[in-house]
């Protein structure tokens, strides 16, 4: 298997997985590669930076069962952050902003809240977080 950069005519890069250089270009000859941004049929290789093996004194990154054990502890961890806290949904942004000005009581809570909201209450000093992986609802949950 062989991946290119492929770029279409609307200068969208994307990513592509092939047999061989010979099945990219009897793929691209018989027009089966489409844009999946824009489905435009029109596909160049892009520019690519060569996959060049570090030196033999670097130390080794991660492994992947590493980096499964370090999601499972982050799992782990927001799963007992979030053993004591109430889920509001979408009023999270309303939730917390009351109980920062002082109009509800304080409580742990999580929820949803789209990007500008989120990027208000920082501005406006309210002390939120992220979570780093995704919650599931508990109407969503089985």
Same mark, same amino acid.
């Given at each position: 298997m062989i991946v290119f950069?492929?770029?279409?005519?609307n200068a969208h890069v994307f990513e592509a997985w092939f047999a061989s250089s010979d099945a990219?270009?009897? /793929?691209?000859?018989?027009?089966?590669i489409q844009c999946?941004?824009? +489905?435009?049929? %029109?596909?160049?290789?892009?520019?690519?930076a060569p996959n060049i093996a570090p030196k033999g004194d670097r130390a080794a990154g991660p492994t992947p069962e590493m980096m499964k054990a370090a999601? /499972? %502890?982050?799992? /782990?961890?927001? /799963?007992?952050?979030?053993?004591? +806290?109430?889920?509001?949904g979408t009023?999270?942004?309303d939730r917390a902003r009351a109980m920062h000005v002082g109009?509800?009581?304080p409580a742990t809570i999580h929820g949803q809240a789209t990007r500008a909201e989120a990027k208000a209450l920082v501005e406006e000093g309210v002390a939120v977080?992220?979570?780093?992986l995704p919650v599931v609802p508990p109407e969503r949950a089985n």
């Open positions: 950069d492929l770029r279409c005519g990219y270009a009897d /793929q691209r000859g018989r027009g089966l999946p941004i824009c +489905s435009d049929a %029109t596909i160049e290789k892009a520019v690519m999601l /499972q %502890t982050l799992a /782990q961890a927001q /799963q007992a952050a979030l053993a004591n +806290s109430e889920w509001v009023a999270f942004a109009d509800a009581e977080a992220p979570l780093l």
